[in-house]
């Protein structure tokens, strides 16, 4: 289980905790390699208003094919598949008007459509996914300060959609509401304007990776791992600013065993999960994507 350290203020949204479980399974003929994993990874999203909680869980599928060209030199292409769980909101703050259906909504809002009954009475639902292709080169170094440096580069296509009654709030009685001197149906368009875009857009990624594990006593050793990234979008719909790079920093220490490996590390992200997990980039969290982001874990390896 991994712990976030929060770095946002506590009166702005923050994500609060992650987890991050994987299955990896690797064959090897000549020279060549196969790696087939699967992973899950969890990211809960606090916030002071509704919805105040939110789980973000995805399921990664990844395909991985190696060429090893000999010792030190290896070229890979990754292929990778990411979809979330439906999130489900049953209560929005529009400012300060709530409206939903929930014990401090000041407005409940339902619509008798068919196409709105798979809600079953709550206000949003919204889906979303990831395909990405990776070209990868490692390279191992005799060098005391790095010792593997690994270059890629992918594209990525991200695609959301979402589904809410809130669409249908275009004039009328509901639209003239106004409550706090504010009109109803102008803080739902304004509002819908944040929700995801439903027209897919692609992320371009250029990243430089480099590591090394230094032996401290017998089975203990200490490692890093740091990670520079540059990205460019197309066709994303940017509403405040698209941060086009990112760092992100592994560093702590293992425990080797005969078939095992415990993992105790810190993990620091410059400007959030943006090119790390693509999933999680949207209108909606945009604006969490220009703060650092980071997590204390707790990792087990075992190899049969």
């Known amino acids: ?9 506590k009166s702005t949204d923050s994500f609060d905790n992650s987890n991050t479980k994987s299955i990896e399974t690797f064959f090897y003929k000549n020279k ?11 990211l809960d999203l606090l916030r ?4 105040k909680n939110l789980d973000l869980i995805a399921n990664s599928k990844n395909l991985e094919l190696f060429y090893i060209k000999d010792i030190d030199t290896v070229f ?7 979809t979330t769980d439906t999130q489900v909101i049953n209560c929005y703050t529009f400012s300060t008007v709530i409206l939903g259906n929930c014990n401090d ?9 068919d196409k709105y009954k798979r809600l079953n009475g709550a206000l949003l639902m919204i889906d979303g996914e990831n395909q990405e292709i990776r070209l990868n080169f490692f390279k191992g170094l005799k060098n005391p300060l790095i010792d593997e440096i690994h270059i890629y580069s992918s594209i990525s296509r991200n695609s959301f959609d979402w589904i809410t009654p809130l669409e249908e709030i275009k004039s009328g009685f509901i639209y003239e509401l106004t409550f706090n ?8 368009q304004t509002e819908l304007q944040r929700l995801p875009q439903r027209d897919s857009f692609l992320l371009y990624k250029l990243g430089l990776n480099f590591k090394n594990n230094i032996n401290i006593y017998k089975r203990l050793s200490f490692f890093y791992q740091a990670d520079l990234l540059l990205l460019k979008d ?6 405040n600013h698209f ?21 105790l590390f810190g993990t620091i992200y410059k400007n959030n999960l943006i090119g790390f997990e693509d999933i999680s980039f949207n209108q909606r969290s945009e604006h969490h994507f220009d703060k650092s982001y980071g997590s204390l874990n707790l990792r087990y390896t075992y190899f049969f």
Do not use: C
Not at 32 to 42: H, T
Not at 48 to 51: D, H, K, Q, T
């Open 76 to 82: 890979s292409i990754d292929l990778k598949y990411q």
């Open 181 to 188: 001197n504010q009109k109803v149906g102008d803080l739902v």
């Open 1 to 9: 289980m991994d712990k976030d350290w929060n770095f946002l203020p």
């Open 32 to 42: 060549f390699g196969l790696l087939i994993k699967s992973s899950n990874f969890n």
């Open 105 to 113: 909504a000041v407005l409940s809002i339902r619509n008798t459509k």
């Open 234 to 239: 197309k066709d994303y719909r940017v509403l």
């Open 48 to 51: 002071p208003v509704e919805p």
């Open 243 to 263: 941060q086009n790079n990112n760092i992100k920093l592994d560093t702590g220490i293992n425990l080797k065993f005969d078939h095992s490996i415990i993992s």
